[in-house]
């Protein structure tokens, strides 16, 4: 399953440039123009973010941030309006991004923001794949249900992560955005030891492997047993 982002806003231009540029990064982007249509599906769809341009809309922000509730939401606008920046923080909007940022940096927010939903859920701590069992809240994963080995807590996220994305390219850097809150030299290097440590420890099952894509990423492969 992958990252899912919803972007409500009426410059059809910048909506289908910026979500090509969020799917070639390994996130789903629902797009939609129309904020009603988009606030429907807020509430019967499941998404990690909302981005949204209510050009200087108060009581589109107001709503908006109702609706969400404990989905984060970022405001993409052109207005530099010192009030209306102020009024959207006040009303709970995570993160003003004005349009015309780089794209790259608008990516490292989403990635910060989505980590740290994505850890907080505690539903996803419990994995069980292969004849492995994983439990994120204890760091453990045992094999066979007698061989337990305990992760360092880096080696949980990381994992976690791949397990959440099974049998998916998942962007290198951004991994190290979700586990160490940025993507530079010295974390692209901490990153590919804590993946050998990981090839490890699956090295004697040829179900379970993480394959290294292109250099661009990383893919937990599970083979389902018959």
């Not at 509430?43 to 589109?60: A, W």
């Not at 004849?131 to 061989?147: G, P, V």
């Amino acid at each position: 399953m992958k990252p899912q982002v919803l972007i409500i806003d009426a410059d059809t231009f910048f909506s289908k440039s910026f979500s090509s540029y969020l799917r070639n990064k390994n996130i789903e982007v629902v797009t939609e123009s129309d904020v009603l249509v988009g606030l429907k599906k807020l509430q019967s769809e499941f998404f990690n973010l909302c981005i949204i341009d209510l050009r200087n809309d108060k009581k589109g922000i107001k709503k908006i941030c109702l609706i969400a509730r404990n989905i984060p939401v970022f405001c993409l606008s052109s207005t530099t309006s010192k009030s209306m920046i102020i009024f959207s923080y006040k009303e709970g909007v995570h993160d003003y991004i004005l349009k015309k940022t780089d794209f790259d940096i608008i990516y490292i927010k989403i990635s910060l923001i989505i980590s740290k939903t994505f850890f907080s859920f505690t539903e996803f701590n419990v994995f069980d794949f292969d004849q492995y069992n994983f439990n994120y809240s204890i760091h453990t994963l045992t094999y066979k249900q007698n061989n337990k080995i305990h992760l360092t807590p880096i080696e949980s996220k990381i994992l976690k992560l791949l397990l959440f994305f099974k049998n998916e390219n998942l962007d290198s850097k951004f991994l190290q955005q979700c586990v160490w809150r940025k993507a530079d030299y010295f974390t692209s290097k901490c990153l590919e030891v804590y993946i050998n440590r990981l090839r490890k420890i699956f090295s004697d099952n040829t179900n379970v492997k993480i394959l290294t894509m292109n250099r661009t990423g990383y893919m937990l492969e599970i083979v389902e047993r018959f």
